[in-house]
């Protein structure tokens, strides 16, 4: 009995101490740590009620108690993931690179899924009136999104853009329940996220990952198999892996093998050929919007029609990644400036310059079926048929898409199972 009342001081005198200096959780953890331990705490949920949250459109349903009951599943998730983003010093996830290609990432598909939560979460907490939860969720998922790009490789910088667009297209749709307090409150959360990546920035670690890793390979293949060489091109084969690339291109191998001449020494040729291109693709992804567009068309022919199939098959996901970025840095700049709009009207739209664009974003009020539903933005953005626009939601009403290639397309409701 005496021990049980020792523990409960001690545990007492310890929260009021750390209440005392004002201290809520740690700032020094590494974020990727509390990632890997927030990725642990989801809900393991029945198909039934997954489907029933992540299959169901909710945009203007009225959330259910069922509904409620899951999202509260995800509370102890979204703490470590709202304390993560808080931390103070750089995300590490400790990702070992020596395995090239074949290099694991598996917070990717976690992080993605935290983000698709938080939608979730958000619609939850708005309909309940908790502002500030919602506020501070969508800021926690921003600095994910940030940080989950911190290895530098070219997917986890597809995800961050790929989680910033699903936050993006949460504040626009669920726009109007948010006050001018807490949608401040959001822009400058945003703002004060880690840095994002972009396309450039991971061109080193892709090249370290890829090209450097390739080359290293063939030659300690070389020097393992001294005029053998056939033996060399039969364990760089395994040691490539699968017949096609990401994009479903097949006969990857063969392709090489013959631009290669059959032999290794043709595939470190082919490897020194690519660098060159490489070199070229550095300059152009680091350009600004105009630019690029002006000289990418050009650049993406030649690459595309290199007979060496590691410059054909390789280097254009590269310019498609830089096309993300851009298109996400409007979105971002849009929903900064329908903020704008919201708190300081047309003065506050105009201060906010279209990055891809000469000035602000072109405005317009939206009707719906006949019902004025908010306002649209859309930059001057517009590469590969893709365009950068959004609608902020103010009044309640029939669902319908607020960003995409189809915004304003309507959506069909779906009837929750219960």
Not at 280 to 285: D, E, T, Y
Request: charged share 25%; glycine share 8%.
């Amino acid at each position: 009995m005496r021990l049980r009342t020792i523990c409960l001081s001690v545990i007492v005198f310890a929260g009021t101490a750390l209440g005392g200096r004002g201290e809520v959780f740690r700032t020094d953890i590494n974020p990727a740590l509390q990632y890997y331990q927030a990725f642990l705490l989801a809900p393991d949920l029945a198909k039934g009620d997954s489907d029933y949250l992540f299959t169901n459109n909710w945009q203007g349903e009225k959330l259910s108690d069922r509904f409620g009951k899951l999202m509260a599943g995800y509370d102890n998730q979204l703490k470590l993931v709202r304390q993560a983003a808080g931390s103070k010093v750089d995300c590490d996830w400790g990702i070992d690179m020596s395995a090239g290609p074949a290099t694991m990432l598996p917070q990717l598909a976690r992080a993605k899924a935290v983000a698709q939560t938080t939608r979730l979460r958000v619609m939850w907490h708005l309909q309940n009136g908790r502002q500030d939860e919602a506020r501070d969720e969508l800021v926690a998922a921003f600095a994910l999104a940030r940080n989950i790009s911190r290895d530098g490789t070219l997917i986890a910088m597809l995800v961050q853009i790929a989680i910033e667009a699903i936050d993006c297209s949460s504040i626009a749709a669920n726009f109007g329940q948010f006050s001018p307090e807490a949608l401040k409150g959001l822009a400058d959360g945003i703002d004060a996220a880690p840095t994002r990546r972009m396309a450039a920035d991971c061109l080193g670690t892709e090249k370290v990952m890829f090209l450097n890793w390739m080359r290293n390979k063939v030659l300690e293949l070389q020097k393992q198999n001294p005029g053998n060489d056939a033996r060399v091109m039969a364990e760089l084969h395994q040691m490539l892996g699968a017949e096609q690339d990401s994009d479903g291109e097949t006969n990857v191998w063969q392709r090489l093998t013959q631009a290669a001449g059959g032999t290794s020494d043709g595939v470190l040729r082919l490897l020194q050929q690519r660098e060159q291109e490489y070199d070229k693709l550095v300059k152009l992804v680091g350009l600004p919007y105009a630019e690029f567009q002006s000289q990418e068309k050009a650049f993406r022919s030649e690459i595309e029609n290199s007979p060496n199939p590691l410059v054909a098959l390789t280097l254009p996901a590269f310019l498609k990644a830089r096309e993300r970025d851009f298109r996400i840095l409007a979105t971002l700049a849009l929903v900064r400036a329908g903020v704008e709009y919201k708190l300081h009207g047309e003065a506050g739209l105009k201060s906010v310059a279209d990055p891809c664009g000469n000035g602000p974003f072109a405005f317009r009020r939206f009707v719906f079926e006949g019902v004025d539903r908010g306002f649209e933005l859309k930059s001057a953005f517009n590469l590969g048929g893709n365009q950068a626009v959004l609608i902020f939601v103010e009044k309640e009403g029939a669902p319908f898409q607020v960003d995409g290639n189809y915004p304003g397309r309507p959506l069909t409701r779906t009837a929750p199972r219960e």
